[in-house]
T-cell receptor
Framework: AQSVTQPDIHITVSEGASLELRCNYS??????LFWYVQSPGQGLQLLLK??????LVQGIKGFEAEFKRSQSSFNLRKPSVHWSDAAEYFC?????????????FGTGTRLKVLA | DTEVTQTPKHLVMGMTNKKSLKCEQHMGHRAMYWYKQKAKKPPELMFV???????INESVPSRFSPECPNSSLLNLHLHALQPEDSALYLC?????????????FGPGTRLTVT
């Protein structure tokens, strides 16, 4: 069965430091992978997506992610974190059960940024 | 316009009330979704409409009743809810077709059942 694992429930970094959020997936075929960010009490905003092609994908707000098939990973990175990046981050894999597309979300990683 | 709107933003209802949540998008998307999200948890899929037809119902209790009047609108009718149904209800939409699977989420309706 398809699954997504985000091993880190909480991560704390200092403003200006680099960031890496981990995501591991289990999927039988080439996955469609996504990273979303959610600020408290808000909806989810798409940061970036991977469908195929270049394994390093660029997203909004200075984020990037690298797809590594051999490690079944799709880790999110940012070279320098801003205080406004504090939020919940969800990794998701798209699946097509019975021909209708839906997401499987990871459990999320809450990012705290220290001034 | 890449916006999904949801009304109301907040809703407090008693267990005997009937209320509805509304979602609207004008991006021409043909798939729309309802999710339920409890605090500190990922969104849980409830329903998917594809081309205005219900294509996924994730075994949601009948006290939740979805409706898709047209391709831009999605409603969630609520009746006889339980306190454990209190949550953030998110609507999302996506464009059908290959390589168009990203979902656009609304800000959500914060529901409290008393």
């Amino acid at each position: 069965a398809q699954s997504v694992t985000q091993p880190d429930i909480h991560i704390t970094v200092s403003e200006g430091a680099s960031l890496e959020l981990r995501c591991n997936y289990s999927y039988g075929a080439t996955p469609y992978l996504f990273w979303y960010v959610q600020s408290p009490g808000q909806g989810l905003q798409l940061l970036l997506k991977y469908f195929s092609g270049d394994t390093l994908v660029q997203g909004i707000k200075g984020f990037e992610a690298e797809f590594k098939r051999s490690q079944s990973s799709f880790n999110l990175r940012k070279p320098s974190v801003h205080w406004s990046d504090a939020a919940e981050y969800f990794c998701a894999v798209g699946s097509l059960p019975g021909g209708t597309y839906k997401y499987i979300f990871g459990t999320g990683t809450r990012l705290k940024v220290l001034a | 316009d890449t916006e999904v709107t949801q009304t109301p933003k907040h809703l407090v209802m008693g267990m005997t009330n009937k209320k509805s949540l509304k979602c609207e998008q004008h991006m021409g998307h043909r798939a729309m979704y309802w999710y339920k999200q409890k605090a500190k948890k990922p969104p849980e899929l409830m329903f998917v409409y594809s081309y205005e037809k219900l294509s996924i119902n994730e075994s949601v209790p009948s006290r939740f009743s979805p409706e898709c009047p047209n391709s831009s609108l999605l409603n969630l009718h609520l009746h006889a809810l339980q306190p454990e149904d209190s949550a953030l209800y998110l609507c999302a939409s996506s464009q059908e077709g290959v390589n168009s699977y990203e979902q656009y989420f609304g800000p959500g309706t914060r529901l409290t059942v008393t």
